[in-house]
């Protein structure tokens, strides 16, 4: 039979179309029409098969087809050379089965279509398995068929696979043969397509040469292995009764299977495939991802074998090539899902290997860039449930890893604050396991701590930086602005959201690290004191937290309009907006009122002009003074401590208005003190109130601003005036009456 190319279907009639289509599909039974020509008219038929679809005499056309279609592909021969057009004539067939659209005229025939696949499987070449495979996952997803014995049949191949991978193995990898000169190998040899170049007459030196393609035989090929699993899983959702136990059948190979290694003689053998290799670790991370599904089905089964899964998984971590990071992403999936059950305990032993990076996430350059998320999340879920059964040295190892990624500006800020999230979860392990074992945790929390400070640190110098050139002042938000409709939401507003969180979750993590720190014994101490002194070297630590951390809460001074529009708010502001900022401050307030008090005073003996500095940029900072005098431990302390400060800058109360009110405000809160802890504070008060009366009288007389003066003046009378302070205090104030009145 001739073949004629058929003109565009908008010039020929769709029936004389389809008549010739059912013509070109009659001709692959047909024993006197070349190979070639039928590969021809199939081609014709593939590049219009849409319009083939959408003809009104698709439902004839496909009752005529489907019979032709299997009829050739049994009758045929299968063959395992890419060049051949008997081989590129079936594998078009195969996809043209697969194109056929999944709907109700297609049901009649997916018995025969499904029968014939299943048993290619066993018979055909890797291309064609491949296209059987899809179509077998289509057809079952689209029609849900009834359970056949062949069902059955393909499962009991599928286990036969797996029982004989270890001889395919050590076939393609440990001893792979060489192909001869001039020969072309059977597709048993070659483990994937290969190509040989071949004399057409090798008697003669100067003989034409002609390539070969050979595919490798389906049922030996690892790319076929690789698609197996997700075939099993689909069968076990359709029938899962019948299947039950034949699936559990499976965990034992699953074992097998992730526990096979490439030797390291092997990989450096001549012969050697690293494309082949990657199929092999594809192959092995499909299966897992198949254990992954199945595993709290078969949760005591697969616990018998946990000991062969714990070493695949590492192997398969260890072994996965540097250059294939989809298929470490795929196995970090499949770890993820398997860490979620009970069985995360057998992990305990090998903990040490988890938080070695060249394992976990490799050395290839696209899976550092795009797979730490996945991987530290996954880690850091897998410490978290099993932290309580972590030797003191695990627990070291987590904080160097995860202290790393806090400060690692090339990791999304979830990860950064997830980071900071676990090592808040490890302070009070770690100060248990240093009291059982005898151990360091005190220096192990120091580094947890001196990280958080760098931190604050980062924040405050580039982050905050960044996000208010940003912004808009408060003064500039016009009534527009704040009335405007919301938009479409700007990248900035989740910056800003971001680095709250982050801020608060930092605060958090140093009050709860100081917790562990003032917990644990100091280097060299026989047993635990408490509420011992800090050592030097810490207290400096903690003097660095005061001055970064208190530049890194100014992210709350970023407010977010109605219309997505972010503005710096005034920082002389009274009143704090977020409750979220109130509580942030107060807990960083916290970080030092459970501290030694001779610590705290060095603190902010050193602090404190800094600390006004600060307040006075952002009032809501405030807050932490307020707490300091409003606790009992530290109220008469920092009180001291702030009068001293302030008296030593009363001359600059004549001048500076802005500073002056300041000034002011934070005497009050001193004076204030006194109302809440008499007996302490009057005593810290007494000293210091013949300076402050007669200084702020003599300094009233040439100031350019007298009039401030009055005011503390008055703000200390009254203050007196409550009943406060004793009579002592006040018979030494003759002129309280008349400043009262003021």
Not at 274 to 283: R, S
Not at 323 to 342: C, W
Not at 552 to 565: H, R
């Amino acid at each position: 039979m001739a073949f004629v190319p058929t003109p565009s279907p908008t010039v020929v009639d769709q029936t004389t179309l389809m008549k010739k289509y059912l013509q070109f599909v009659a001709a692959l039974t047909d024993n006197n029409t070349p190979d070639e020509t039928k590969l021809k008219m199939m081609q014709e038929v593939s590049e219009n098969f849409e319009n083939v679809t959408s003809s009104p005499q698709y439902s004839t056309f496909l009752e005529h087809i489907i019979p032709r279609f299997l009829t050739f592909l049994q009758d045929g021969e299968v063959q395992f050379l890419q060049e051949k057009p008997t081989q590129q004539l079936r594998k078009l067939v195969l996809e043209i089965i697969h194109r056929i659209p999944t709907n109700e005229h297609l049901r009649p025939h997916i018995k025969n279509i499904l029968s014939v696949m299943f048993r290619f499987l066993e018979i055909e070449s890797e291309e064609n398995v491949l296209i059987c495979l899809r179509i077998i996952i289509e057809l079952h997803k689209q029609f849900r068929p009834q359970i056949t014995q062949e069902i059955h049949h393909f499962l009991d191949f599928v286990k036969q696979i797996y029982k004989e991978l270890p001889k395919v193995v050590a076939r393609y990898f440990e001893n792979p043969q060489v192909i001869a000169e001039n020969t072309v190998p059977s597709p048993e040899m070659v483990g994937m397509i290969t190509s040989v170049v071949v004399k057409t007459a090798p008697e003669r030196e100067d003989s034409e040469t002609r390539t070969h393609t050979i595919i490798p035989r389906g049922s030996l090929s690892l790319k076929v292995l690789a698609e197996l699993p997700i075939i099993v899983v689909l069968m076990y959702q359709l029938y899962k009764l019948n299947i039950h136990n034949v699936v559990s059948e499976f965990v034992p190979l699953i074992m097998n299977t992730i526990m096979l290694q490439v030797s390291p003689q092997a990989r450096q053998h001549k012969l050697y495939n690293k494309e082949l290799y990657a199929d092999f670790i594809a192959a092995q991370i499909k299966t897992l991802s198949f254990l992954a599904y199945i595993i709290r089905i078969y949760q005591d089964l697969v616990g018998k074998y946990s000991q062969q899964m714990v070493k695949g998984m590492l192997q398969l971590l260890s072994n996965c090539p540097s250059e294939t990071a989809h298929l470490r992403k795929e196995l970090l999936i499949a770890a993820k899902h398997i860490l979620t059950t009970d069985l995360r305990s057998q992990f305990i032993p090998c903990m040490d290997k988890l938080f070695d990076e060249s394992i976990l996430i490799g050395s290839g350059y696209t899976a550092r860039e795009t797979l730490r998320p996945l991987a530290y999340s996954t880690l850091a879920d897998l410490v978290h449930h099993v932290r309580q059964n972590l030797p003191l040295t695990d627990l070291s190892l987590a904080v160097q890893l995860f202290a790393k990624n806090i400060d690692d500006e090339s990791l999304p800020s979830s990860i950064q604050t997830m980071s900071c999230k676990l090592l808040l979860n490890l302070v009070d392990c770690i100060r248990s396991k240093s009291e059982q074992e005898n151990g360091n945790g005190r220096d192990i929390l120091m580094r947890m701590l001196e990280v958080f400070v760098l931190k604050f640190h980062t924040i405050a110098r580039y982050q905050l930086v960044t996000i208010f050139k940003k912004c808009k002042p408060q003064s500039e938000m016009g009534v527009v602005d704040a009335g405007a409709l919301p938009g479409k939401e700007d990248k900035q507003t989740f910056q800003v959201s971001d680095c709250r969180s982050l801020v608060k979750t930092l605060v958090c993590g140093v009050k709860t690290i100081t917790w562990g720190i003032t917990s644990c014994k100091a280097p060299g101490e026989a047993q635990f004191i408490p509420n011992k002194q800090l050592q030097p070297k810490e207290t400096q630590i903690y003097i660095k937290l005061v001055k970064y951390a208190m530049q890194a809460l100014d992210i709350y001074q970023v407010q977010i309009a109605g219309n997505g529009q972010t503005y710096i708010r005034v920082a002389n502001c009274q009143t704090v907006r977020m409750k979220e900022e109130k509580e942030v401050l107060e807990h960083f307030a916290g970080v030092f009122t459970m501290m030694n008090p001779l610590t705290f005073k060095e603190i902010f003996q050193t602090t404190v002009p800094y600390m006004v500095e600060r307040i006075s940029k952002n009032y809501a900072l405030q807050i932490v003074a307020n707490s300091f005098l409003a606790n009992l431990s530290t109220s008469a302390l920092f009180a001291t401590i702030l009068v001293e400060y302030l008296l030593e800058r009363l001359p600059e109360m004549g001048s500076n208005v802005e500073l002056s009110n300041l000034y002011l405000k934070l005497f009050k809160l001193v004076f204030g003190s006194v109302s809440l802890f008499a007996a302490e504070n009057e005593q810290m008060l007494k000293p210091h109130l013949h300076k402050i009366v007669n200084s702020s009288m003599e300094l009233a007389q040439s100031a350019k601003e007298p009039y401030n003066y009055f005011l503390l003046l008055r703000a200390l009378f009254r203050s007196i005036g409550g009943g406060a302070t004793t009579c002592c205090t006040r018979s030494s104030c003759p002129c309280c009456p008349t400043c009262c009145k003021g």
